[in-house]
């Protein structure tokens, strides 16, 4: 199974970590990122799209469901530390897009892939997962 690890834009610096919100810079990187990642995904397959409840992280979530012309969950799974339960739980015919924070995405690669990574604003990480849940680190987008 493939699985997105999506770091949110860039966002405000100060205000409540909730509520703080994409800057108008980071809504246009963005955009232009999840474009042209966009031309990259399989045509044939379902997307599932989960996204952190917070505020910079639903406008991420908005703006690639806009592009992908398809929805998305919010989930308060996505601000745990171990999110295997939930993904154990997914659809292994789907593409799925987890747009969430740091440190629970590199917590996540490490937990699955045994490596470290640095996950900046706006990254796109594509891991493969086994039915074991290991996994492997296949590109930085």
């Given at each position: 199974?493939?699985?997105?690890?999506?770091?949110?834009?860039?966002?405000?610096?100060?205000?409540?970590?909730?509520?703080?919100?994409?800057?108008?810079?980071?809504?246009?990187e963005l955009y232009n990122?999840?474009?042209?990642?966009?031309?990259?995904?399989?045509?044939?397959?379902?997307?599932?799209?989960?996204?952190?409840?917070?505020?910079?992280?639903?406008?991420?979530?908005?703006?690639?469901?806009?592009?992908?012309?398809?929805?998305?969950?919010?989930?308060?799974?996505?601000?745990?530390?171990?999110?295997?339960?939930?993904?154990?739980?997914?659809?292994?015919?789907?593409?799925?897009?987890?747009?969430?924070?740091?440190?629970?995405?590199?917590?996540?690669?490490?937990?699955?892939?045994?490596?470290?990574?640095?996950?900046?604003?706006?990254?796109?990480?594509?891991?493969?997962?086994?039915?074991?849940?290991?996994?492997?680190?296949?590109?930085?987008?």
């Amino acid at each position: 199974m493939i699985i997105y690890f999506l770091r949110h834009g860039k966002a405000e610096v100060f205000g409540d970590d909730f509520s703080r919100e994409l800057t108008k810079q980071g809504k246009i990187e963005l955009y232009n990122k999840y474009k042209e990642f966009s031309k990259s995904l399989p045509k044939d397959k379902k997307i599932k799209i989960y996204s952190s409840p917070l505020k910079r992280a639903c406008q991420s979530a908005e703006i690639l469901s806009e592009i992908l012309k398809t929805d998305f969950t919010i989930n308060n799974e996505v601000l745990n530390y171990n999110i295997r339960d939930f993904i154990e739980g997914f659809e292994r015919d789907k593409i799925n897009i987890i747009i969430s924070h740091e440190p629970f995405i590199s917590t996540w690669i490490r937990d699955f892939c045994k490596v470290d990574v640095i996950v900046s604003r706006g990254s796109i990480h594509k891991i493969e997962v086994d039915k074991n849940l290991q996994g492997k680190l296949l590109g930085l987008y």
